[in-house]
């Protein structure tokens, strides 16, 4: 099976703009969630989607909102970007009822300038 | 607050040494950990998820164990292919999400 696929692998924007970034999870997976992880650190926890329904918000401001479509494929919406905002943008899906971990895709490296 | 912190930060061994790393926690309650290898540039790659006290996991030469406030992976006579940086997580039983909370991570390098 295809792993999660994420797009672009690169991407750079500069102060103001408004950034989407795509996801498709591992096919009969329905849950996605979105993480930040900015050099140094760990992945942080922005968003958690099941079904097309928010099911968990991370401590990101409102500029950060996500959506799941019917296919369970995810985008990742920035607005007004932020030089903070630079970093590697990882979407990981979950099979449910097939035990509680996640599998990530490889990445959307955003750079803000 | 539900916390993960990791040591060390970085661990340098010749290849064949084996060594542990620490993951200690602090959560009113687990729903799982997990442990992941992350090459640079990469995704996290799945390696474990430990769910209650006194669990092990292993796979070749790594090694996951769990106790009520700690876990630890352990590898043993490692090569220069393991390096990375490796990730430990938990979801908190607590909330309906699925989050991964995420410590620093260590960074280990096995020299040749």
Request: glycine share 10%.
């Amino acid at each position: 099976d295809a792993g999660v696929t994420q797009s672009p692998t690169h991407l750079i924007k500069t102060r103001g703009q408004h950034v989407t970034l795509r996801c498709s999870p591992i096919s009969g997976h329905k849950s996605v969630s979105w993480y930040q992880q900015v050099l140094g650190q760990g992945p942080q926890f922005i968003f958690q989607y099941y079904e097309k329904e928010e099911r968990g918000r991370g401590n990101f401001p409102d500029r950060f909102s996500a959506r799941q479509f019917p296919n369970y494929s995810s985008e990742l919406n920035v607005n007004a970007l932020l030089l903070g905002d630079s970093a590697l943008y990882l979407c990981a899906s979950r099979r449910l009822f097939s035990g509680n971990e996640q599998f990530f895709g490889p990445g959307t490296r955003l750079t803000v300038l | 607050e539900d916390q993960v912190t990791q040591s060390p930060e970085a661990l340098r061994l010749q290849e064949g040494e084996s060594s542990s790393l620490n993951c200690s926690y602090t959560v009113s309650g687990l729903r799982g950990l997990f442990w992941y290898r992350q090459d640079p540039g990469k995704g996290p790659e799945f390696l474990f998820t430990l769910y209650s006290a006194g669990e092990e996991k292993e796979k070749e030469r790594l090694k996951a164990t769990l106790t009520k406030k700690e876990s630890f992976l352990h590898i043993t006579a490692p090569k220069p292919e393991d390096s990375a940086t490796y990730l430990c997580a938990l979801t908190p039983s607590q909330g309906g999400s699925e989050k991964l909370v995420f410590g620093k991570g260590t960074k280990l390098t096995v020299n040749p």
